[in-house]
């Protein structure tokens, strides 16, 4: 199936979250579509991760994102949960300005409070628009792609080159190159193909066309 976005919106919770769930699609598509990244916070609260902010601008430069495409949200790490219906008007506002029309998010088998909170209000302000389900190792359980995209070996080493980028997190297993690249074998063994990165299917909107 070929698939295509005018305008695609990529969702994550935390700086890192994007790349580690779809760092090679968006290499893949950087050069062929409008898009932009929305990262709901930019960690800027924890004294450990002041970096990560400027980690994340120069990690999505690999991936071939300019900066005025990488957006902050105002919202604060962990507690999601207590700002539901904010990043629901966020969200909203969100698609009143940009009009994206397929999304990619966090999968609703991720259990971290942040990631599953923001899904949930995704799905609510983009109803009628096909939303995507990424996955970030760390955090999801029970996983499956059901979606998987073929992408190149070389959107995999600007995937692995990406992640490298975050020297915050350099010693965090899920950063290993190793794992990256493996996960995005194993999606491709899943779609007979070399490389693939893997979705799950949140809701698809589509027209059958000859």
Do not use: W
């Not at 290499?27 to 709901?40: E, G, N, P, S, W």
């Not at 991760?49 to 601008?57: A, D, F, M, P, R």
């Not at 995999?156 to 490298?164: I, R, W």
């Not at 915050?168 to 990165?197: K, Q, W």
């Amino acid at each position: 199936m070929n698939f295509f976005g005018k305008k695609v919106l990529f969702l994550g919770a935390h700086p890192d979250d994007i790349e580690i769930g779809c760092g090679a699609l968006i290499h893949h598509i950087a050069k062929q579509t409008d898009f932009l990244c929305v990262t709901l916070s930019d960690n800027q609260k924890n004294p450990d991760l002041k970096n990560v902010k400027g980690e994340h601008i120069k990690s999505m430069k690999v991936l071939g994102v300019p900066e005025e495409k990488i957006v902050f949200g105002p919202f604060i790490t962990r507690v999601f949960p207590d700002a539901r219906q904010e990043i629901l008007e966020y969200f909203l506002k969100l698609r009143k300005d940009f009009k994206p029309d397929l999304i990619f998010v966090h999968s609703k088998q991720d259990v971290h409070q942040d990631h599953l909170t923001m899904t949930d209000e995704a799905l609510r302000a983009f109803r009628g628009i096909t939303v995507l389900g990424f996955d970030v190792v760390r955090s999801s359980y029970g996983f499956f792609p059901n979606f998987l995209v073929e992408v190149s070996e070389e959107d995999v080493k600007k995937k692995v080159e990406a992640l490298s980028e975050y020297e915050t997190y350099r010693d965090r297993y899920y950063f290993n190159s190793e794992v990256t690249r493996s996960i995005m074998v194993r999606h491709g063994a899943l779609a007979e193909v070399p490389f693939a990165e893997g979705f799950d299917i949140l809701r698809i909107v589509g027209k059958f066309e000859g």
